[in-house]
């Protein structure tokens, strides 16, 4: 599997899977929610209803994962998940964690080979950039050693903050 980078719009990206930094509701938002529901339409929202009503009636618990169409994007599915807010009071790094084990392991099951994954936490949820960077790489790369067919996981950094970064990270 191959980690690469790319500073850009999550939503401009042709790849198999895009993940979304959601929140529990499933029902949208702002920064990179916002604009996958925006660019892919309403197809996604009306999955996220009938998920809310048979599988998540109290939503998607922090950490978890669950896929839906991509509607209009150039992807193939929408990989929502929910990221921890940042606490200074309680490491809640393993849900960062998580989030990114559980979005590989929906990409895995739906036979997804390429995944674009954004900074989640790191916008509405305060996570500091470079903490956030290195838990999420750290986590990709053990998620490799496990068999997958993802072949490529793409993280999409909408700035060049971000994406420097991510660079650290990997390059640590
Ligand atoms: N493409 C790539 N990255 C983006 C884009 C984009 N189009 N737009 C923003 N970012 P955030 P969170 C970056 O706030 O912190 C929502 O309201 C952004 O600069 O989208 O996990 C949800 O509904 C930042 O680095 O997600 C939740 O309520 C990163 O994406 C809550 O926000 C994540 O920022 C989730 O907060």
Known sequence: MHITL???????QRVD???NAANSSLMG??????AIHRRGGPAILEECRALRAS?????LPTGQ???????????RWVIHTVGPIHSTSEDRSHLLRSCHVEALRVADGLGARTVAFPAISTGVYGWPLDSAARIAVDAVRRAETSV??????R???FDRKAYEAFESALAG
């Open 29 to 34: 938002g702002g920064g990179v929610d916002g």
């Open 17 to 19: 899977a895009v993940v």
């Open 65 to 75: 994962a669950v896929a839906t169409t991509a509607g209009d994007l150039p992807a």
């Open 148 to 153: 997958t067919s993802v072949e490529e996981v």
């Open 55 to 59: 599988r998540y009636p109290d939503g």
């Open 155 to 157: 993280f999409v950094l």
């Open 6 to 12: 790319v500073q850009g719009d999550i939503t401009e």
